[in-house]
Structure formats: C-alpha cells, structure tokens
C-alpha cells in the first residue's frame, strides 16, 4: 500500500490530458503575457493591501517592511520552481499537479486540498473585506445599508459576548429581524458580490481577463496615487517611534513582533501561484507563464514596501490596532476627504479582481484532480457553449458563499496562509526531485546553481550570526572560527583528490555541527519551555501551546536545515529550490497553535475523503 500511495504520474500523460499545444483540452486559449501579469497583480493587490495591512503595521511597527521583503524573497524563490514546473508541465492544476508528478498520489491529494484552502476559504475574507469598503463607499454616497445586512452573525455575536465598543456590531445584533429566537443577520453585499463573479467566471475566460485587466489598470493608477499623496504627509520620526520601553526603534516590537505580522503579511502575497492555473488558456504556457507570475511578484512587492513606508511614516503604528481599512484611515486622520472616497472606490475594485481570479482557479484545481479520478467525473465536465468547467465553477460558488453566513474575517485568515505556505514547501521540494534537463529555446530554463558548496555555507553563517547575537564573548573569534572552516571546506577537497567524494557530506556535518556549538545558546533556549518568569507572556496571558508551538517550529526548522545542507553535499542540489524550501518552512514558524490546529484538522477531512474515494477511484490504481 505505501508504495501505491506514492505512486507518480508520468509527465507525458499529464500533458496528453492537458493538452501542451498538441492536444486539446477544450478551453480557450487566449491569454498572453501581459494578461497573466494582470491576472497575477489582480489576485495579489486585493485585500492584502487594503485591509490586513493594518494589522501587520500594528503587530510589526515600521519593520514589517523586512518581512514584506522576506515573504518576496520567499515568493521569488517559489515563483522560479512554479515556472519551472510550468514549464515542463503546462497544464491547469498548479501545484497538485506538479507533486503528482514529483512527491506522488497522496501528497498531490494533501496539495489539492490546500490550495481549496488558499482559493476558496481565502475568498471568504476577501468578500467580507469587499462587503466592508462597499458598505462604507454607500454610506459616503448616503445610502445606509442596514447594519444587520453588512456583516456576518458570528461577528455580531462576538461583538456582543465580549462587550465590544464597535457600534456598527452592537446595533446589528440589536436591530436585527428575528424568526422566533433566530436574528437575522447577514452579509449580504459580500453575497451579493460571490453571486456575481460565480456568474463571470461561469460565462467565459475571455470575459473574465477583459474585466480583470479594466480593474488592474484603475487600481494601481489609484494605489499610486495614494502613495504619492500620502508621501506628502510622511513624519520620518513615525519610522522609529519609542516601544514600552521608551527606546526609538524600527522594530519597536523586536523581530519577534515582525515575525506575529506573518499571516496578514503572506496573504497580501497570497495569488500569485493562481497563474499557474490558467495554463490550458495560455497561448505560450511554457514561456508566458513564468514571465507573468514574475512580473506580477515583482510589481507587487515594490507596491507593499511603498505602502507599508507610507502607512508607518504617516501615522504611528499603534495607531492601527483593530483598523480594517488602513489605506483610508491615514487620510481621515489628516482630513483629507476626497482621498478616503477615492481610496474605498479603488478597494472595491482591487477586491472584485481578486474575487475573480480565485474563484477561477479553484474549479481548474477540482477539473485536474476529477481527471485523474481522485474527484467524481462531474468535476471535469466543460460547459459546451462557454468553454468552462461549469459543475466546478458553480461548486466554488457555493463554497465560498454558503461560508460566509456563518464565518466571520479572523477565522478564515490564519486559515489560508498557512495552507499554502505548507503548498509552497512542496513545490519547491518538487523540483529538488525533477531531473535536470537541457535548456529548450524559447521556455523557461531555470538556472541550475550547484548549492554543494553555497547552501551549507549559508545555514552555517546564520548559525553563527545566532550565536553572536545571543550570547556574551568575543564575537570576533566566534565569527573568524566558522570562516576559516567554511575557507577549508571549498579548498581542501582539491588537494585530496580521491577522496573529495566523501569530503564534502563529512566537513558539512562537521561544519555546521560546529557553529550549532557557537550559538548553543539560542538553541538551548529553543528547548526551554519554561515559561512562568518571563513577564513578557505574563501580560499577554498566553497558554503554554501558544507559547510552546512557535519554539517547536524554530527546532523542527533548524533540524531540517542541518538535514538538507548534508543531504546536499551528496546529491547536488540546485539553490533556488533549497532556498524556496528554506524561506517558505522559515515563515511556516511564524504560525500559531490555532493556525496548526485547523490546518491539521482540515488536512485529517481531506484525508479521510481521499481514502473513502480517490485511492480507489484514482486511474493509477486502474494501471
């Protein structure tokens, strides 16, 4: 049976199912590469930008620009294995496909059902945000939607049980028709707008892109706008402001407060692999699609920092606690009016965009999974007039809208981020497996750099920054002794000749076991879960797993470091994907005990669905 679980599929049949240009799959193919760099912005600048941002700003202070820059680094290194994937596998079905082909069955299955997580579950917040700018834009024009019909039963709920101070809540849950002892309370613009771009998406391909690429084009001439106005009332003393201890920093929180901003911060970037399913509708797939997802990538990050820059430098970051619509809460401090309308017209938009892409993508995942047997047959059926996969775009529209009668915006964030950070592991760890090939004109040819030498000297300078930084003594020695041993690891070995083979796995080992010693510190208190002295988390009245979860994370990460630089002393392996693997599991530590709960309790029903159908059903089983 284990054997059976990891079963692969061979790239040739996934691409004469597919179809690469050779075969016909029944979709349209019309999109260039200029419309994949528009979807990718459309699904990346949405509700990220205009309503987590806050949050991070609030958690991280002015340093969370180091991790807008960390997670787009980490998304970079991804985005290079996603093209390489697209590359040699053009077809729908994004990062399941590619474990299909690389990790086997059970791990596509795993992938598959994250990324119903990222596209699904994450458009549920998206269409709550959405419900939240367009509430307020119709206040601003003077038409008041009923509180108890903008916003979700659950938010209401809560608002009342804990005594908040939100007005809008509080009046919703008091003003609201009841059916016997049941209010009624719904969101019902976020509905509304679900209902809509279910109906898009189900017309055509052709449509969709001309929609998306009007609202791209608007949106980020109205994003610049904001940062160009907002720079003009920049206070650069707002970027060091004074932390609870009265000391001026950066990070006034530490880079521990830095890392708690994770999951709003990776949900601004969450989107960008969304391209990849549109593959089958590419005219050029195996060129187009990486040249879209890294424009995209690239266009988005410059539009974080900026914002983050701009947010931070205007107001000071304690100021956005609980604040849902950032963007415009800097120009209602300062008064400027026409901004905030403009700033709720652009999010609207930008949310609309990002509604559209997702809810295109995840009915393109269920249509490849149903092709390989894995989902009922019913998933892959083509509407024949539309040319799109009607059953699972009508599906999607259910998932996300029947959610959001009864969710609200703080449980379906952390419960996306996490799902496909877990995703993105997996794809770069797929093409660590993928035979190097030669490089083919007119795709894309990832360059392939030998990380024998360069990733364990990497973990290794990490190691020994560690260790400098936590603990006492003379930080020159700690730091000349790990790079004269680094020095005669790259030189040694073309002295000894024969046995160099064997060199490279042993010195790693010997290297890095080393500088572990130097910052021993660090990683002692890693293993110290005695939590009762410290008053940091005291005052904040946390359990001993919320405590625990982040220090068994950095332990689990570390090991896998060490794992990886030996594993790739033998094997060879290329640095891009090392680095994707080495980024994507470093953010993965950021997460909380009920980020891994629901993720772990999701992944358990996806299982349970796997073994009850798609073991038996799948066509490899058949073979």
């Known amino acids: 049976m284990a054997n059976s679980l990891f079963r692969t599929k061979k790239v040739d049949s996934i691409l004469a199912e597919g179809g690469d240009g050779e075969h016909a799959s029944g979709l349209k193919r019309v999109l260039t590469v200029k419309d994949l760099t528009f979807f990718g912005i459309a699904a990346i600048i949405g509700a990220g930008s205009f309503s987590s941002l806050g949050e991070a700003c609030f958690k991280g202070g002015p340093g969370v620009v180091i991790l807008f820059i960390i997670c787009g680094i980490a998304c970079g290194f991804t985005a290079f294995c996603y093209s390489e994937f697209a590359s040699r596998i053009p077809v729908a079905g994004s990062a399941y496909t590619y474990a299909y082909a690389s990790f086997g069955e059970l791990f596509a299955w795993i992938i598959g059902w994250a990324l119903v997580m990222e596209y699904s579950i994450g458009n549920i917040y998206v269409a709550f945000s959405w419900s939240d700018y367009f509430t307020s834009l119709m206040h601003r024009l003077h038409i008041h939607i009923p509180d108890y019909l903008a916003c979700s039963y659950l938010e ?25 002892s049941l209010r009624i309370i719904l969101d019902l613009p976020a509905l509304i707008i679900n209902i809509f771009i279910t109906i898009l998406v189900y017309i055509g391909i052709k449509e969709s892109r001309n929609f998306s690429n009007a609202m791209v084009i608007l949106k980020l001439a109205v ?6 106005v907002g720079a003009a009332y920049i206070n650069t003393d707002n970027w060091f402001p004074a932390n609870d201890a009265g000391v001026q920093s950066f990070m006034p929180n530490g880079f521990g407060g830095v890392m708690a901003a994770v999951s709003g911060v990776f949900f601004a970037y969450i989107g960008f692999d969304a391209v990849s399913v549109l593959a089958e509708e590419s005219k050029n797939p195996q060129r187009d699609l990486p040249r879209g997802m890294s424009w995209s990538l690239i266009i988005c990050t410059g539009v974080y920092i900026l914002l983050a820059l701009v947010l931070t430098g205007v107001l000071n970051y304690r100021q956005f606690e609980g604040v849902g619509d950032p963007l415009a809460k800097i120009f209602e401090v300062k008064g400027v009016a026409w901004m905030q309308f403009l700033v709720a017209i652009c999010a609207v938009i930008a949310m609309t965009s990002v509604l559209l892409v997702f809810q295109m993508g995840q009915p393109r995942i269920w249509m490849s999974m149903s092709r390989d047997g894995l989902l009922p047959p019913v ?5 024949h007039k539309f040319k799109t996969p009607s059953f699972a775009t009508i599906l999607t529209g259910l998932v996300v809208g029947i959610p959001i009668l009864f969710t609200d915006k703080s449980f379906v964030l952390d419960f996306t981020s996490i799902a496909t950070l877990f995703a993105f592991v997996l794809v770069c760890g797929g093409v660590l497996l993928l035979p190097r090939r030669e490089k083919t004109p007119g795709r894309f040819n990832m360059p392939f750099i030998n990380g024998q030498f360069i990733y364990p000297v990497i973990i290794t300078a990490a190691v020994t920054f560690i260790g400098i930084g936590t ?9 000349l002794i790990p790079a004269i041993l680094v ?36 990683f002692n208190s890693l293993f ?16 001993f797993m919320d405590l625990a979860i982040p220090k068994i994370s950095l332990i689990i990460f570390w090991l896998t470091c060490l794992v990886l630089s030996v594993i790739t002393a033998f094997k060879k392996y290329s640095l891009i994907p090392l680095m994707g693997v080495t980024t994507c599991l470093y953010l993965l530590t950021g997460m909380t005990k009920s980020n891994w709960a629901w993720f772990l309790g999701w992944l358990a029903l996806g299982l349970v669905i796997y073994f009850t159908y798609g073991y038996k059903k799948s066509k490899l089983a058949k073979n």
């Open 223 to 228: 994003v610049a706008l904001v940062i160009i």
């Open 379 to 383: 998933f892959q059926r083509i509407h």
């Open 487 to 522: 020095a005669i690891y790259i030189a040694l070995p073309a002295l000894i000749g024969s046995l160099r083979k064997w060199f490279y796995p042993i010195a790693t080992f010997i290297v890095l076991g080393i500088a572990y010693s130097f910052a021993w510190s660090y």
């Open 528 to 543: 110290n879960f005695d939590f009762s002295y410290d008053p940091a988390y005291i005052n904040h009245e946390m359990s």
């Open 156 to 180: 209401a709920k809560k608002a009342v049980l804990n005594g908040s101070s939100n007005a809008e809540l509080i009046g919703a849950w008091n003003t609201a028709p009841m059916i016997g």
């Open 471 to 479: 603990d006492s003594g003379n930080w020159l020695i700690k730091g």
